[in-house]
Each structure stands twice: as C-alpha cells, then as structure tokens.
C-alpha cells in the first residue's frame, strides 16, 4: 500500500509540474504578444484581454480573422499556437474518445442494467476468471466488472464485462439502489488491508467478499473472508475421502496448503475405531507441533500408539524416505509453489514404484494426473459466497437452537464455536458413508441423510454397533478441542480450557455415552437442497 502510495503521489508531482510549466510559458507567451504588438501603429491587439482573445480563437481553430498580428514576433506566436492547436485538437478527440470507451459507455451500460446483479472484481486474474466464469453459469442477470483499465490487461476475457477502473463509490453510485446488493471480490490474499480500493467498504451498500489467510470469519457485517487454504483442504477430504484400506497417508509440501491438509485429516477422518491411520508429513513441521501442543495426547507423534492414529513428522526430504514412500496407499502432493509440486510428481513416476494413489494440487485440471484445488473448484461461487460451503453447519446450529433454549445464532458464535460446526458438518459425509458404505454415498443429499437416518435407527437396535458409533463421534469431538489445545479437566472451563469430556471412551458414562446419539439423529432432521 505505501508503493501505490508513493507512486500515486509523484504521478500528482509530475502532472503539476506540467501544469504549472504550461500557464507559465502560456502567460509568457501572452505577454510578449501583447509587448510587441501594442507598440505597432497599426496593430488590432492594443491590451492584454486582445491577446488573450486572439489566442483563444487560434487554439480553437476558430479563426474568426477580427485581429491579427502586424509584427514579426507576433507572427511567430501566432505559429506557435496555430501548432499548438492541431495538438490540441487531436487530445480533445483522443480524450474525447478514451472517456466514451473507458468511462462513459461503461457507465451507461452499468445505468442501463442497475436492476441486475452486480459482481465487481478489484483485479483480473486467473482466480477471478474462473470465479466471473462460474457466476455467470450460474446467473443469467450477472454483470461482471473489473475494477481495471482494459487497455492495462494483455489477456482479456472470452465473456461480456465491463472494465472501469474509478472508485467503487462511484460505480455503486450508478446502480440507485435497485436490484440486489452488489458483489465485491479481493481475491489477492490479504488485498483487503492493502489494496487502496478496499478503503471504507463497510460503508457501502455491498456485500465484500475477500481472500486472507487469518482465521476470521468477518471484519464486518458486509465484510466477509474467505480461505483458500481452508477451502481446498475440506474440498479434497469431501471428494476423496478415505477408503477402508488406506491407513498409510503421506503428504508432500507442509506450508499453507499442506497444514491445511492435516488440520482438516485429523478433525474429519474418524472412520472406524478399531483402524489406524498413518499421516507421514515431509515438510517444517516445527511451527504447527508448537502451535498443537496436545496432539500427542491422542496421536502417537513419530511413533506407533495401538488403537491411535499416528502423526509422523519428517524432518527429512521425503526422497531419503523410500520405504515409507513405496509402501503409502496414498500420496498427497500439495506444495505451495505448484511447480515444485510437478517436480516432486515427476520423480515419484520415474524412480519409484508405487502401489497408491498420488493426489497433486494443481491450478487446472491436467489429463492423467489425479489433481485437486483447481481454480475452478476453489474460485466458484459457492465456495467463495459460502452458499454451500458452511451450510450443513448452519443447519446444524438452526436444530441445536430449536432444542436448547438461550443458544445463539450462527453470526453470534465465537470462532471456536462456529469451527466446531463446520467439523461436524464436514463429518457428516463420513456418517453417511459408514452407515450406507463407502461405494453407495458419494454426496449431501436429502435422499442420502434420509437413507443414512433409517440404517441408524436399525443399527441403534443393536447395543455392540451402537457403541461403536458413538465411539466414532467421541473420537471426532475429542479430536477438535484436543487440536485446539483443550484437556482434560473436572469442570468444563473455557479460560483455561479444560472438558470433562476429554477422556478415553471407556471412562464416560452411560449418560455421558448416550449424549453422542444426537450427532447421528442430525441425519434424520437436515433438510439439504443439492
């Protein structure tokens, strides 16, 4: 923000320089006009209002011939502005017509299509290609705008849009508060607190959409973040969760994405209590080990713990590690830098034979290669607005309020609260898979939740199977507070974070066991439209 700054600041310097430079040697010439032709008998420019007159009608191209100089220096001058007014003359049509292309037929087709909906983008980019694309499968009134000069883009879009680069008041301004809030995107991270543009759009009467890699949910009430790591973490475990044989996980790349892979493995993949996962992360670990520091409670860390999933933390390049490559039934490539990513690939298919499945994140989709968090997949509309994304966990909230009286709304929980639901919400699909089989349940659906609810209520008849669910739905809860650094405690206490609750199975009670019911009667009473 302080470069923009800065070079907003000397294009102003520069621009009146010029300025003043140009009245300076335009008053100049005005007086000199006037000096020397005032001296002449026969002269028709006798006062300093005639020279400046004379010049007018000259620059105009106007010539009206009422005055005209009688001396040789005033003949020159008159030259000077005759030239000068050819100049002027081609600015006026060029300005003319760069205000008519970049400006004035934008704005009046913005006014012409003030009642449809408006989606602005602050830049373009390939992230917010793919987000405009799918807006506009998805909504046949949409206008998309770039918040850009054109003629500053080498690549352009294949779709109608507008691009104007003015202030997002003034673009607002246009739409006379008809049709639904428009739409702002910051898709850069973190643009939001150093893009110029972003400056007061709490005041506006739009909804803020912007990317950033801190854990806040909203800034304000029309100020909403969206996280791309988070986002293709929860979409990857969603599309390709785990099968019942793969229990040896390796996961290449541990910066952003790669941490983000792990969070959401660990408070989503509690399939079976009696099978144990393997997580081998190849990466610096040191950062997420101190900021997790009760994981070794319930995860074996760097070493076999029966009847726990174990969290192997390499310090090594993974290349030094053959066994534990070549034995993996499912390799996760996601670096941050892509190409880096494509490197790692390329070695594992030329000098390693491998009896897994490898997964790369990719930006787009590439024939034959298994790829995730493509921009189409993380940059959709309903990924970034969160039409869908959060919505089991809303759901979810809107039935806990219906049975507990004094519970808050969705906005008004905290964000432990609020991450609680989503990784229930996102263990949902896992319910549905144990209770109908990994090869029937591939999506939410209300036929799926309905299917998922009768299997549960048959299988609560039995005692041994109902116990074993609610030892899955233990290891779940127990696994988010220990992630977030909980413990055990006599009495539930949020400052020191501290939970009765946080125990082995076999140490609740029957009432305390029987409280997990309700996480599986949910299935029953969810209504979601696919």
């Not at 007086?31 to 007159?53: K, V």
């Not at 040789?72 to 002027?88: E, H, K, R």
């Not at 209590?273 to 994981?295: K, M, W």
Request: charge should be negative; proline fraction near 3%.
């Amino acid at each position: 923000m302080i470069r923009e700054t800065g070079d907003y600041m000397k294009k102003n310097r520069r621009f009146l320089f010029f300025l003043l430079l140009s009245v300076c040697v335009y008053v100049a010439l005005l007086c000199i006009l006037f000096l020397c032709e005032r001296s002449t008998p026969d002269s028709q420019i006798d006062s300093f209002g005639d020279a400046f007159w004379f010049s007018i009608v000259t620059l105009s191209t106007v010539g009206y011939g009422d005055m005209t100089p009688k001396t040789t220096a005033g003949y020159a001058i008159g030259c000077v502005f005759l030239i000068l007014s050819m100049g002027m003359l081609v600015a006026m049509i060029g300005y003319a017509v760069a205000f008519l292309t970049r400006e004035g037929i934008p704005m009046f087709k913005l006014r012409m299509h003030r009642k449809d909906n408006w989606y602005y983008f602050a830049d373009f980019s390939a992230e917010s290609d793919a987000l405009a694309k799918d807006i506009l499968r998805e909504d046949e009134d949409a206008v998309i705008i770039y918040g850009i000069r054109e003629d500053e883009e080498q690549e352009k879009p294949d779709y109608p849009c507008l691009f104007i680069n003015d202030s997002i008041p003034k673009i607002l301004s246009r739409k006379k508060g008809e049709g639904e809030k428009s739409k702002l995107f910051f898709l850069k991270e973190n643009d939001i607190g150093a893009n110029l543009k972003a400056v007061g759009l709490h005041n506006l009467p739009a909804e803020v959409y912007a990317c950033t890699t801190s854990g806040r949910e909203k800034m304000s009430d029309n100020i909403h973040f969206f996280h791309t790591y988070d986002s293709c973490a929860r979409r990857y475990w969603r599309d390709h969760p785990l099968g019942s044989e793969e229990n040896e996980v390796v996961i290449i790349g541990f910066g952003n994405y790669g941490a983000a892979i792990l969070e959401r493995a660990i408070l989503t993949n509690i399939v079976d209590p009696y099978f144990d996962v393997n997580y081998h992360i190849f990466g610096d670990s040191a950062r997420f080990c101190q900021l997790h520091t009760e994981l070794g409670t319930i995860f074996g860390i760097n070493r076999k713990w029966e009847g726990h999933d174990s969290l192997y933390f390499h310090d090594e390049d993974w290349t030094a590690s053959r066994e534990v490559i070549t034995k993996a039934d499912r390799i996760i490539i996601c670096e941050d830098d892509v190409n880096k990513g494509w490197d790692d690939l390329r070695m594992l298919n030329r000098y390693y034979r491998m009896r897994g499945r490898i997964d790369l994140r990719n930006n787009r989709p590439a024939p034959g290669v298994s790829v995730f968090g493509t921009n189409e997949e993380i940059y959709s509309i309903n990924q970034v607005v969160r039409t869908r994304l959060n919505d089991a966990a809303k759901a979810m909230n809107d039935l806990y309020r219906k049975s507990v009286e004094d519970s808050l709304d969705w906005d008004e929980l905290g964000d432990l609260l609020q991450q609680s639901k989503i990784a229930a919400a996102d263990h949902l699909l896992i319910k549905i898979r144990i209770l109908l089989g990994e090869n029937v349940a591939s999506d939410l659906s209300n036929k799926s939740f309905q299917s998922a609810f009768r299997a549960f209520s048959a299988a609560r008849k039995n005692s041994e199977v109902l116990d074993d669910l609610r030892r899955i739905e233990h290891e779940r809860w127990i696994r988010f507070y220990i992630y977030y650094n909980w413990r055990y405690g006599p009495e539930y206490n949020v400052p020191l974070r501290e939970h009765p609750m946080i125990t082995e199975y076999s140490n609740l009670t029957d009432e305390q066991r029987s409280y997990y019911d309700r996480a599986w009667e949910l299935l029953g009473e969810i209504s979601w439209n696919s």
